[in-house]
């Protein structure tokens, strides 16, 4: 099997190529490939597909040609993942598959927009937020509230007074079952500055990863809410770099790096 490896802000993915879907791509397989120990090791797979082959995305297909088929390091699927889209873009132009410039890129949460050259930052289109209220997550012990964001996957942004360098996440901090039934990304932040935020955050089905896209703009919309704007740039601060977000009233819009760092060929245990 051909694979790619790439990384944005340090939230790093195996790149499966498999244009014509002929790759059966288990479960069991992804999270195989993203053990650390005995795998290549990731935090996702970016399964490089055409939408037109692609049944979940197929009428998407009409608008766009390529189909991110995403999927956590325990090898569920997951609907959308914003630093994934940029280093699936970088892949696409690196690989002659897509022009620099902008193009859009199907996922399970909808067509994503990028803008990109050949080289530099990737620029998302991440669609308009949706706000549902607040909900509480407990780490070790300590209740945070945080607000309800979706942004075709869910998310908990806490904004916490406790410093996040201090948290131990090396588990899974509790959420309610009722509001989240299919599981939920927790970040919890510290406003540092005016539009600035440092956040940790725990990905369902991958556990603490060094960044997450859709996350740093659930942040961002939380920090917005607590300083009562609604539009505005924000900067991210992750253990993996810094991203930036932008807020309008229609749209969002997530900036950072993304890069390919190696390439060759997987051998899978029988």
């Known amino acids: 099997m051909k694979f790619l490896k790439g990384h944005g802000t340090e939230n790093d993915f195996v790149i499966i190529p498999d244009p014509d879907g002929e790759i059966d791509l288990s479960a069991a397989i992804?999270?195989?490939?993203?053990?650390?120990?005995?795998?290549l090791g990731a935090d996702g797979v970016l399964r490089v597909v055409r939408s037109k082959v692609s049944p979940e995305v197929s009428e998407q297909a009409g608008q766009t040609e390529w189909f991110m088929d995403y999927r956590n390091a325990d090898g569920s699927m997951a609907e959308m993942c914003g630093n994934g889209v940029r280093v699936f873009a970088r892949y696409l132009v690196d690989a002659?598959?897509?022009?620099?410039?902008?193009?859009?890129i199907a996922t399970?949460?909808?067509?994503?927009?990028?803008?990109?050259?050949?080289?530099?930052?990737?620029?998302?289109?991440?669609?308009?937020?949706?706000?549902?209220?607040?909900?509480?997550?407990?780490v070790s012990g300590h209740e945070y509230t945080g607000l309800h964001v979706d942004m075709g996957n869910p998310h908990l942004a806490c904004a916490i007074g406790d410093p996040v360098v201090q948290l131990d996440l090396t588990h899974q901090p509790a959420f309610d079952p009722g509001v989240f039934p299919g599981g939920v990304n927790i970040e919890l932040f510290n406003a540092v500055g005016p539009r600035r935020a440092v956040m940790r955050v725990f990905e369902r089905g991958s556990g603490e990863t060094r960044s997450c896209g859709t996350g740093a703009v659930a942040t961002a919309v939380a920090a917005a809410h607590l300083s009562g704007e609604v539009t505005g740039e924000w900067i991210v601060e992750v253990a993996g770099g810094r991203l930036t977000v932008t807020l309008d009233e229609e749209t969002s819009y997530l900036t950072g790096p993304a890069v390919i760092i190696a390439s060759g060929d997987l051998t899978l245990a029988e």
Do not use: H, N, W
């Open 96 to 104: 002659g598959l897509a022009e620099p410039g902008e193009f859009g």
């Open 30 to 39: 992804v999270a195989e490939i993203c053990d650390r120990r005995t795998g």
């Open 108 to 138: 399970r949460g909808g067509i994503r927009k990028v803008r990109l050259q050949g080289e530099g930052d990737v620029t998302i289109d991440m669609g308009r937020p949706t706000v549902y209220g607040e909900s509480v997550t407990t």
